[in-house]
């Protein structure tokens, strides 16, 4: 079966402007999780939907959001882009039951001039 | 909060050597994952441990999730160059979601 697939790869966008990013899950999966990677911070948890609803949130601030839709797809927003935004953005999807196994993407590079 | 410390940071080994490194942590967790990062992926699940004690083999890697439930170790047996990559563990911050936390990875460099 198809993998969790995220799009785009690559961004590069300046500072002040917003991005959208996109990630579709494994089929039958309901949970979406986004992280962000950076080489100082190492992997942190931004939000995690179930069902179209945010059920847990890290600690990032509001210019971070996202949603879910009916078919479990799901995008995550940054606006009012900052340089040190600049990560790898990955999503992770699980059947979101109790505990499961996560899978995630190839991620997306966004770059932040 | 739930913080889990990995080491060791990175290894540098030769093809056939056997490498172990682990993760600590000072609360308790549920389930210990582990995953590999190579350069330009995503993390992929290697092995996933649910029971205290619990001993897990995926080929020639082995995974024990520890006694006290604060502990896991990862070993990797006769080392290839296609281990090369960024090993992270990661376990979730309460029992019914998905968020979450990760180690600072071990970064494994295989010498041919």
């Known amino acids: 079966k198809a993998g969790v697939t995220q799009t785009p790869r690559y961004l590069i966008k300046t500072r002040g402007q917003q991005v959208t990013l996109s990630c579709s899950p494994i089929?039958?999966?309901?949970?979406v999780s986004w992280y962000q990677q950076t080489p100082g911070q190492g992997l942190q948890f931004l939000f995690e939907y179930f069902s179209e609803t945010q059920r847990n949130k890290g600690n990032f601030p509001g210019r971070f959001s996202g949603r879910q839709f009916s078919n479990s797809r799901s995008e995550m927003n940054v606006s009012t882009l900052e340089l040190g935004d600049s990560a790898l953005y990955l999503c992770a999807s699980s059947f979101g039951r109790g505990i499961d196994e996560a899978f995630f993407g190839q991620g997306t590079r966004l770059t932040v001039v | 909060g739930q913080q889990l410390n990995q080491s060791p940071q990175s290894m540098f080994i030769q093809e056939g050597e056997d490498v172990s490194m682990n993760c600590t942590s000072s609360s308790i967790f549920n389930t210990w994952l582990w995953y590999k990062q190579e350069p330009g992926e995503g993390p992929v699940l290697l092995i996933a441990?649910?029971?205290?004690?619990e001993l897990t083999s995926n080929g020639r890697l082995t995974a024990q999730f520890g006694i006290t439930r604060k502990d896991s170790f990862l070993n990797i047996s006769a080392s290839i160059p296609s281990d090369v990559g960024i090993y992270f563990c990661a376990g979730p911050k309460f029992y019914n979601n998905n968020d979450m936390r990760f180690g600072a990875g071990t970064r494994l460099t295989v010498k041919p």
């Open positions: 089929s039958g999966h309901r949970s």
């Open positions: 441990l649910y029971k205290a004690g």
